[in-house]
């Protein structure tokens, strides 16, 4: 009873915003939608949450058909929009009240459900909605979609706009609703949070590049990546790409993420060939590939994705 | 924000009322005497007197008078021709020389009247004096007229314009906040939050109507009171019909806000669709020009006017004491009116975007 999503696909005005799109999400799962801004992931959202109607397709969640059961729906899913959509008006206290009115329960009879959030907030909760945090916003907009004890809870893009710390604390709380039986369906654009999903979908342009878990996307990456450093980045990342046997570089944080064309590649020539390029302090060294690499691995060669999957 | 919406329109009340007048006062009168006889200074005695003119200066000749008027000056000059009393006494007729500014047609012609009225009592007094031996067989015989005005005794513009001003405030208010209302959800993003909830449509519109709802049966009570101490109109009628009428009507112009809130993307929007319809509405309501006067198509398009029928139940209620079968046909259009207006707002409310 999770989330079925068969050949759903959506356009406005003639621009593709969803291209056929199918995937799973299993009971309980955490799944995550990755992508760049424009992926149209907050499209989907909004199918999914019965808010837009699809062009083709076919969708389910908690079991209730998209366009059949869509009362049904709104009364067992949470949704917390990208953009905070709470009322600035209302005290955090009375936002809450008033959600759980709305689904017709009370704040008491789901508390044990968001005590854990909603205990970081309470000292706060005369305070306006619009007069909070955006780390606070986030907790309050997750307290109030969890409040009628939602079966599948969708969020689209909570982390972005909050600093490191809130993410982090936020993806813990994400961890723990998990275990309540609460099927999650998270987007983000941020791959680092990728790795904290149990399965994640790569998705751009409309189109999913691949669904699995973030450990065998990172091992089906078909190449081996090397760390190279060296006194002047800008000069490193262009000699890099001047490279004749060059594949791919990325800048990824202090290094490039460098990989070859040839399958028997030699450290030793391309340190040779950065020297000749009068770079110092050269440093190549191999490394595990990340959701990054993988992702813009894909986004790269997007028909390759069934090839890169049997691999 | 609550304080704005009562204290605003009470000031609007108040200042409107007193300013909006349809009494042409303060005209600045000028004359030329080319006569300087007793008989044109006595005439000159009677502008003096009276309160609607300012009788500013008298001109030499007629061509500084024509540029006093061109610069706006003067807005009515007098010119007494020469031998005015010997054409009088021996003819016993003589012509004077009245020009007008019609810039404004509707004041020029009310000035006229008053020329006209100012002369004609001049008129009776120099005949009195005139009149020998001889001409009282011909006297004919002079009918006056007594008009009688009914509702309105001493013509009181503003017993006419306070209920039909606070119309107005309440109208534009409702529809100007249920207009901006679904529209600044939208704006903010909460209606995104609200529509994957359970909430009916029914439910959410309702909830939306009784606030300003609320607010707008406020608004008639304290501009009612104003109405009273401050203006002194009279209140013939049944109040409780007018609150009934009232709570009726109110719901046509939400519902019409609301329906233009459905349709619109931003407040910005949402206003200039209101302001337009407020302005074609207050204009065609018979407030500031009689609907009777109209052309023919467009006394037909006045059905359509919900204001035109509040300004007449207002004005029927409260200066003729009109009861419920006298309004009846008004409350039975209103209510059709209302029906109508809010079947569309929860029919265009859509929960999908």
């Known amino acids: 009873m999770g989330i079925t999503v068969s050949n759903i696909s959506k356009s406005y005005k003639g621009v593709k915003a969803l291209q056929d799109i199918s995937f799973e999400v299993k009971p309980n799962e955490l799944f995550g939608l990755i992508g760049p801004d424009g992926a149209g992931k907050t499209t989907l959202f909004r199918i999914l949450t019965t808010l837009l109607i699809a062009d083709k397709g076919q969708a389910s969640v908690a079991g209730f058909d998209v366009l059949k059961d869509f009362k049904d729906i709104r009364k067992h899913v949470g949704y917390m929009p990208g953009r905070f959509s709470l009322y600035q008006d209302l005290t955090v206290e009375e936002n809450l009240e008033f959600f759980a009115t709305i689904f017709g329960t009370t704040i008491e009879e789901n508390y044990d459900l968001i005590k854990d959030i909603y205990v970081q907030i309470e000292p706060f909760k005369d305070r306006r909605a619009g007069k909070l945090s955006g780390g606070m916003k986030q907790k309050l907009a997750l307290s109030c979609a969890l409040i009628h004890k939602p079966k599948v809870l969708f969020l689209d893009e909570p982390t972005t706009g909050v600093d490191p710390v809130s993410r982090k604390e936020f993806w813990d709380m994400l961890k723990r609703l998990q275990q309540k039986n609460i099927t999650i369906l998270v987007s983000t654009p941020y791959m680092d949070e990728a790795a904290l999903c149990d399965r994640i979908a790569l998705i751009q342009d409309g189109q999913i590049l691949q669904i699995d878990t973030p450990e065998a996307i990172v091992k089906q990456y078909p190449k081996t990546i090397y760390n190279v450093s060296a006194n002047n980045m800008y000069q490193l990342i262009n000699s890099l790409k001047d490279y004749q046997y060059q594949h791919s570089v990325y800048p990824f944080g202090e290094f490039v993420h460098y990989t070859d064309v040839r399958n028997d590649f030699k450290i030793n020539d391309l340190k040779m060939y950065l020297e000749a390029e009068k770079l110092l302090n050269i440093k190549i060294e191999k490394t595990q590939a990340t959701i990054e690499d993988s992702f813009m691995e894909l986004a790269k060669y997007p028909n390759r994705t069934c090839k890169l999957s049997k691999t | ?353």
């Open chain 2, 1 to 353: 924000m609550l304080p704005i919406i009562f204290v605003l329109p009470l000031l609007q009340l108040i200042i409107l009322s007193n300013a909006a007048t349809f009494e042409v006062k303060n005209i600045k009168f000028a004359y030329i005497d080319n006569d300087h006889s007793a008989s044109s200074r006595a005439l000159i005695d009677k502008f003096e007197a009276s309160t609607y003119f300012d009788v500013l200066t008298v001109f030499p000749s007629e061509t500084q008078a024509s540029s006093a008027m061109l610069k706006g000056e003067v807005d009515v000059f007098l010119e007494i021709p020469s031998h005015f009393e010997r054409d009088l006494q021996k003819n016993k007729t003589a012509s004077l020389g009245v020009t007008i500014n019609a810039i404004d047609g509707a004041a020029a012609g009310v000035e006229n009247v008053y020329v006209t009225q100012i002369v004609q009592s001049y008129n009776k007094q120099i005949k009195t004096d005139l009149m020998q031996v001889s001409d009282a067989q011909i006297q004919p015989v002079t009918i006056t007229s007594i008009p009688l005005f009914w509702y309105n005794e001493t013509l009181n513009y503003k017993t006419f314009m306070v209920p039909g001003i606070l119309v107005l405030l309440v109208t534009m208010i409702t529809l100007f906040l249920s207009g901006m209302n679904i529209v600044r959800e939208k704006e903010i993003g909460t209606l995104e939050q609200i529509n994957v909830t359970p909430i009916k449509k029914s439910q959410f519109i309702i909830g939306k109507l009784f606030p300003f709802w609320v607010i707008g049966m406020g608004l008639l009570t304290i501009g009612l009171i104003i109405a009273k101490l401050i203006f002194n109109v009279p209140m013939i009628g049944d109040l409780l019909l007018m609150y009934f009428y009232t709570s009726i009507y109110i719901l046509v112009i939400l519902g019409m806000g609301l329906f233009i809130s459905n349709f619109t993307d931003t407040q910005q929007q949402a206003m200039f669709i209101a302001w337009f319809f407020t302005v074609i509405f207050i204009l065609m309501s018979g407030l500031f020009t009689p609907i009777e006067s109209m052309p023919g198509w467009a006394q037909t398009l006045t059905e359509f006017n919900p204001i035109k029928y509040f300004v007449e139940v207002m004005r029927m209620v409260m200066l003729k004491g009109s009861g419920f079968v006298d309004i009846l046909p008004q409350l039975v259009k209103t209510l059709v009116y209302a029906i109508i207006m809010n079947g569309l707002a929860v029919w265009s409310y859509k929960k999908t975007t």
